[in-house]
């Protein structure tokens, strides 16, 4: 079962999200919170395998919260996915480097919102479906200056090639199309490059292609 946590300050948007991942034969809603700081409290106490967590909450919001939850060692299996009423809240560009494994609009359809669940668990979902390629254009925009391929020297010729189109917003398929490889060598590149940088997640991972200087915003057409 994947255990889900609610993090919202609405109690009827916590209602809606629960009455439909606990629909789920493999999910169940593990617990919620109404603020960052009973996030946090949760987190700890429960250890749910993914967190639906509001930018804006109360005491202590989404983005502090994520940064305490992924700064924590005995945290790291969990995965955060921050909530937001617009695509591109100026607030999700931070929550990515801050360890959130992407994020999902409220109004996102009721099978969109559990195929991410269960592909974040997976390590393959990265942003709210339908909108990828903008929002990573938009965020590589804001980024800061490439910090140097330094720390790719450890990397493959062919994982940064691969590291470069996760950057890009490509699917394992689409991956595996470009390279003429299968889906599952494709997978085992990226899982090889992340396990190499350190990262947490894909979403990481696009991160230090844009910071590293492999990817540009030109880039994505």
Same mark, same amino acid.
């Given at each position: 079962?994947?255990?889900? !946590?609610?993090?919202?300050?609405?109690?009827? #948007? *916590?209602?809606? &999200?629960?009455?439909?991942? +606990?629909?789920?034969? +493999?999910? $169940? #809603?593990?617990?919620?919170?109404?603020?960052?700081a009973e996030?946090?409290?949760?987190?700890?106490? !429960?250890?749910?395998? #993914?967190?639906?967590?509001?930018?804006?909450?109360?005491?202590?919001?989404g983005?502090?919260?994520?940064?305490?939850?992924?700064?924590?060692?005995?945290?790291?299996? /969990?995965?955060?996915?921050?909530?937001?009423? &617009?695509? !591109?809240? $100026?607030?999700?560009?931070?929550?990515?480097?801050?360890?959130?494994?992407? &994020?999902?609009?409220?109004?996102?359809?009721? +099978?969109?919102?559990? *195929?991410? =669940?269960?592909?974040? #668990?997976?390590?393959?979902? !990265?942003?709210?479906?339908?909108?990828?390629?903008?929002?990573?254009?938009? &965020?590589a925009?804001?980024?800061?200056?490439?910090?140097?391929?330094?720390?790719?020297?450890?990397?493959?010729?062919?994982?940064? $090639?691969?590291?470069?189109? =996760?950057?890009?917003?490509?699917?394992?398929?689409?991956?595996a199309?470009?390279?003429?490889?299968?889906?599952?060598?494709?997978?085992?590149? =990226?899982?090889?490059?992340?396990?190499?940088?350190?990262?947490?997640?894909?979403?990481q991972? /696009? =991160?230090?292609?844009?910071?590293?200087?492999?990817?540009?915003?030109?880039?994505?057409?």
């Amino acid at each position: 079962m994947i255990r889900v !946590l609610l993090a919202d300050d609405q109690s009827l #948007v *916590r209602a809606g &999200f629960r009455a439909l991942l +606990d629909a789920q034969p +493999d999910i $169940e #809603v593990a617990g919620e919170a109404a603020d960052g700081a009973e996030a946090l409290a949760a987190v700890r106490e !429960l250890r749910p395998d #993914v967190v639906l967590m509001d930018i804006r909450m109360p005491r202590l919001d989404g983005l502090a919260a994520t940064r305490r939850i992924t700064g924590e060692p005995g945290l790291r299996d /969990v995965k955060v996915v921050m909530l937001t009423t &617009f695509e !591109l809240d $100026e607030y999700v560009f931070e929550a990515i480097r801050s360890g959130a494994s992407g &994020f999902l609009v409220k109004d996102t359809e009721p +099978d969109e919102l559990v *195929r991410a =669940v269960r592909a974040v #668990v997976e390590g393959d979902a !990265l942003l709210s479906p339908g909108v990828t390629r903008r929002l990573i254009a938009e &965020f590589a925009a804001r980024s800061k200056q490439p910090a140097g391929a330094g720390e790719l020297a450890r990397l493959t010729e062919r994982e940064r $090639e691969v590291m470069a189109l =996760v950057g890009m917003g490509l699917s394992n398929e689409e991956i595996a199309r470009r390279l003429v490889v299968s889906p599952l060598t494709a997978k085992t590149h =990226v899982s090889r490059t992340m396990v190499k940088l350190g990262a947490r997640d894909r979403a990481q991972l /696009v =991160v230090l292609a844009y910071e590293a200087g492999l990817v540009r915003p030109g880039w994505l057409g």
